[in-house]
């Protein structure tokens, strides 16, 4: 049993790192990206100090119907591949890159959104 002082299994036993929340929105955001692709519009992902990410999207956005809903969190894998191979994860969206250098996934649990990230490291 998890003591109110410990991290979750996610980052002290499997090595995820946070990286950001995301929070659909109808309201449009200062600064906001527009990802063709998913036809949504995202903001703070790069200047919030504290990892908050503004989405909102379009109405025939192909994202998830949950990941619209609800607020998820984000993790930074090393290796996506082998996360998804490793858990029994309900998967949302399966890996896939909508930036240069960056893949991502998105898998639900009881209901909440979890997207993981895997960058490409330099060498």
């Not at 119907?65 to 082998?82: G, K, M, R, T, Y």
């Not at 890159?97 to 490409?120: D, Q, T």
Request: aromatic residues 12%.
């Amino acid at each position: 049993m998890r003591a109110d002082h410990d991290l979750p299994p996610a980052t002290s036993d499997w090595g995820w790192k946070f990286h950001h929340i995301g929070i659909p929105t109808k309201k449009k955001m200062p600064c906001e990206t527009y990802l063709e692709k998913l036809r949504l519009y995202v903001s703070g992902f790069d200047t919030s100090p504290f990892g908050i990410e503004w989405m909102r999207f379009e109405k025939d956005s192909p994202v998830n119907d949950l990941v619209q809903a609800v607020p998820h969190v984000a993790f930074e894998v090393s290796n996506i591949d082998l996360e998804l191979s490793m858990h029994d994860f309900q998967v949302l969206s399966r890996p896939e890159s909508y930036f240069e250098g960056m893949k991502v996934a998105m898998i639900e649990h009881n209901g909440a959104p979890i997207e993981l990230i895997e960058f490409e490291k330099n060498k």
